[in-house]
T-cell receptor, first 114, second 114 residues
């Protein structure tokens, strides 16, 4: 069955430190990959997406993600986190085999230490 | 461009009561989604509309949940009668069409069932 795995439920990093959030998926076809962020009490905002082409994609708020087909991964990175980055981050995938339904990871909660 | 509008933002009801949530998608978006997000989990698709037709309602508890999208624009999600386990955030999202494109989310309606 198609699935998305975010292995880290919580991650704590110090303000100014670098960040990497992991996402792995299981799909046969070429996936369309997304990272969304959800601040407390808010809806989901798209950070970035990968459809094709350059496997390193840039998003909003200084985030980037790299698609690695050989590892079935789409990890999210930021070189220096800010306190305002504290939120929950969701990886999601869709493809033609899933009739373009978004399959969601369970989310990773990012905690920023001052 | 106006985003996805949802109301009410918050609702508290007692079990066995009914509740309705309203969503107005981004203008021109043919596809509308209702998701349920329980605290600490990723979103779960309840129903997807393409214009005013239902594309997928396989995870909608049809004995108590109903949704409609008259005229292919705004939509209403109803729960009757509510159960304790329906306490969640109900997210509405829209996209230009069904396919690989991104979803745009509203801020959600938080339901507490006592």
């Amino acid at each position: 069955a198609q699935s998305v795995t975010q292995p880290d439920i919580h991650i704590t990093v110090s303000e100014g430190a670098s960040l990497e959030l992991r996402c792995n998926y299981s799909y046969g076809a070429t996936p369309y990959l997304f990272w969304y962020v959800q601040s407390p009490g808010q809806g989901l905002q798209l950070l970035l997406k990968y459809f094709s082409g350059d496997t390193l994609v840039q998003g909003i708020k200084g985030f980037e993600a790299e698609f690695k087909r050989s590892q079935s991964s789409f990890n999210l990175r930021k070189p220096s986190v800010h306190w305002s980055d504290a939120a929950e981050y969701f990886c999601a995938v869709k493809d033609v085999d899933s009739n373009y339904q978004l399959i969601w990871g369970a989310g990773t909660k990012l905690i920023i230490k001052p | 461009e106006a985003g996805v509008a949802q109301s009410p933002r918050y609702k508290i009801i007692e079990k066995r009561q009914s509740v309705a949530f309203w969503c107005n998608p981004i203008s021109g978006h043919a596809t509308l989604y209702w998701y349920q997000q329980i605290l600490g989990q990723g979103p779960k698709l309840l129903i997807q509309f393409q214009n005013n037709g239902v594309v997928d309602d396989s995870q909608l508890p049809k004995d108590r949940f109903s949704a409609e999208r008259l005229k292919g624009v705004d939509s209403t999600l109803k729960i009757q009668p509510a159960k304790l386990e329906d306490s969640a955030v109900y997210l509405c999202a829209s996209s230009l069409e069904q396919g690989p494109g991104e979803l745009f989310f509203g801020e959600g309606s938080r339901l507490t069932v006592l």
